[in-house]
């Protein structure tokens, strides 16, 4: 079965350093997401993105925060300027279509670790 | 997004059928109710979801109300695989949420050998 798939597994970065997060869709799904999980909280939204433009982001998403489809196949999230509540698991999701009958599929997340 | 209630915490015995109710008295006619499920250490995973009629797959089964104000999410037998949490979610037919999920807590599912 397809899977999306999340690298790297764990991050550790300095604070005040960038990140980038990659993830591999599914490769016939062209509605990509990224949530977010600290520990011990809930899962929440940060964007959605859909012909290479956002089509959604919440109040996390702030500046710091950029989403890009490189090529055909990646799917990344970058955090310019990493500060410790940063701190988090980051799931990379995506879907055949954005209606609300379609499932969303994820990945097993980066961890990434601000120091 | 219409809000769900779930219960913290459930706990069932292997081999034996798990009913996880969900409560969302505020729903409207174009939401689809939702399951998705989070093993440890792994991503959400997607179960099941429907709208009016009861459905059914290879994971679980899901049992809507005739008034659509709460719903159950079925596994007919626990396995020790099955422990996970387990949200909820409703997600509006009409809206334009442009596809984004709001989890909640959602209801822990403890499996005992």
């Known amino acids: 079965e397809p899977e999306v798939t999340q690298t790297p597994s764990h991050q550790v970065t300095q604070m005040g350093q960038e990140v980038i997060l990659r993830c591999v869709p599914i490769?016939?799904?062209?509605?990509f997401y990224w949530y977010r999980q600290i520990l011990g909280q809930k899962v929440e939204f940060l964007v959605s993105?859909?012909?290479?433009?956002?089509?959604?982001k919440s109040e996390i998403f702030d500046d710091q925060f950029s989403v890009e489809r490189p090529d055909g196949s990646n799917f990344t999230l970058k955090i310019r300027s990493t500060k410790l509540e940063d701190s988090a698991m980051y799931f990379c999701?995506?879907?055949?279509?954005?209606?609300?009958?379609?499932?969303?599929?994820f990945g097993d997340g980066t961890r990434l670790s601000i120091l | 997004d219409a809000k769900t209630t779930q219960p913290n915490s459930m706990e069932s015995n292997e081999e034996e059928p798990v009913h996880l109710p969900c409560n969302h008295s505020?729903?409207?006619?174009?939401?689809?109710i939702h399951w998705y499920r989070q093993l440890p250490s792994q991503g959400p995973e997607y179960v099941i979801h429907?709208?009016?009629s009861n459905v059914n797959n290879r994971m679980a089964s899901l049992a809507i109300a005739e008034d659509r104000k709460s719903s159950t999410l079925i596994l007919h037998r626990a396995t020790l695989r099955d422990a996970a949490v387990y949200y909820c979610?409703?997600?509006?037919?009409?809206?334009?949420?442009?596809?984004?999920?709001?989890f909640g807590q959602g209801t822990i599912l403890t499996v005992h050998p």
């Open positions: 999701a995506s879907s055949e279509a954005q209606s609300s009958n379609q499932p969303q599929h």
């Open positions: 490769s016939n799904h062209l509605y």
């Open positions: 505020t729903i409207s006619g174009t939401d689809y």
């Open positions: 429907g709208l009016t």
């Open positions: 979610i409703l997600r509006d037919l009409g809206g334009t949420s442009y596809g984004k999920l709001t």
């Open positions: 993105f859909y012909n290479n433009e956002i089509s959604e």
